[in-house]
């Protein structure tokens, strides 16, 4: 099945990522190491995964103090303070615990009290942040708010399964944010298109089974196991492949910049496999595409962020160049930001 093939309606958003930030946690965990720990032979991990290193959170470690952590970075890029934002967005596969939710965490540590922002959680897999700033967008250019926090937090680390190495090796920590605003109208940023689709027809190609309200503590699941992430890395693999190129298709029918023209690309680090995939297959040169999975891993939802931050820091994303941020979820769901950055 491919992607619809009617184009979404052209729109740009007068809307500005003001400041980008990321927190890297305090383990540094080699593949080297791992194939120690887990008795494999010298190369193994980083062969199979394509990840030579990855961070893990320390013991101290929490995802809403990552989360503010990153998003404290991304304000003083900004030029801002954290009593400039409206609301904060954040986006993670496991919250940090069930209830309240991780964003109001995160306004706590920021010492945002009194009911000065408003704070919310979006899991959308690995495209939450992607989403997050979907949300953000529109709330910024219908005048909703003015100044919004997004970030990403995951510990990936947590509910891995070391017996499975083509997941337990890829993934790692972390946290990555951006503030967004409001585009001046001498500016040239904006949000140039939007657009996200989902195929629940690979619902059970990545998932965490457990620690819901299907299987729980009260209702417990038929293994331990259940409570950590399986992933048919195949299988997700050819479900994306067979639907990204029709998406992108759709994507650019209705966008004002070409496919061609587009100066970087910012794609999710899903795996050594799908990045090749974008250049090889997709036809995204290879010096337009941002990839940091040899030393970062897949960090989930806090991989496209920190990616983002990656070529705003290092200068390879420049004010008036266009960027693509394209993303893959659980689901499956496929998302795409084109920004004036």
């Known amino acids: 099945m491919t992607a619809p093939a009617v184009p979404p309606v052209p729109r740009t958003y007068p809307v500005r990522i003001l400041g980008t930030g990321v927190h890297e946690p305090s383990v540094l965990v080699s593949s080297t190491e791992l194939d120690e720990r887990h008795g494999r032979a010298p190369g193994t991990t980083q062969a199979r995964s394509g990840v030579a290193s990855r961070r893990w959170a320390g013991p101290d470690e929490t995802s809403s103090g990552m989360a503010a952590s990153a998003l404290r970075g991304a304000v003083e890029a900004a030029g801002l303070r954290t009593d400039d934002l409206d609301a904060v967005i954040v986006a993670a596969v496991l919250p940090e615990q069930p209830m309240p939710t991780t964003s109001v965490l995160v306004l706590r540590h920021l010492g945002l009290t009194g009911g000065r922002a408003e704070a919310f959680d979006l899991n959308a897999s690995c495209l939450g942040f992607l989403s997050a700033l979907q949300v953000a967008t529109l709330g910024v250019a219908a005048g909703r708010w003015d100044r919004v926090g997004v970030v990403a937090t995951e510990l990936a680390s947590k509910g891995l399964n070391h017996q499975h190495l083509e997941s337990s090796a890829l993934f790692g920590d972390g946290a990555g944010a951006a503030v967004v605003g409001r585009a001046e109208p001498a500016q040239s940023s904006a949000v140039l298109g939007l657009r996200f689709a989902t195929w629940p027809e690979g619902a059970d190609l990545c998932r965490v089974d457990a620690g819901g309200t299907r299987w729980n503590v009260v209702t417990p699941p038929p293994g331990p196991e259940s409570y950590l992430f399986a992933m048919d890395g195949r299988g997700l693999l050819q479900h994306a492949a067979a639907e990204v190129p029709g998406f992108l298709d759709a994507f650019f029918a209705g966008s004002p910049v070409a496919r061609d023209a587009v100066d970087v690309v910012v794609p999710h680090q899903a795996s050594g496999v799908g ?67």
Not at 293 to 312: F, K, Y
Request: net charge positive.
């Open 275 to 341: 990045l090749r995939y974008l250049r090889e297959k997709v036809g995204f040169p290879t010096e337009r595409v941002v990839d940091i999975l040899a030393d970062h891993g897949n960090q989930v939802s806090a991989s496209l962020p920190t990616a983002l931050h990656a070529a705003v820091t290092s200068g390879r994303l420049r004010r008036g160049q266009t960027a693509l941020l394209l993303g893959t979820g659980a689901g499956l769901s496929i998302g795409a930001v084109l920004l004036a950055y």
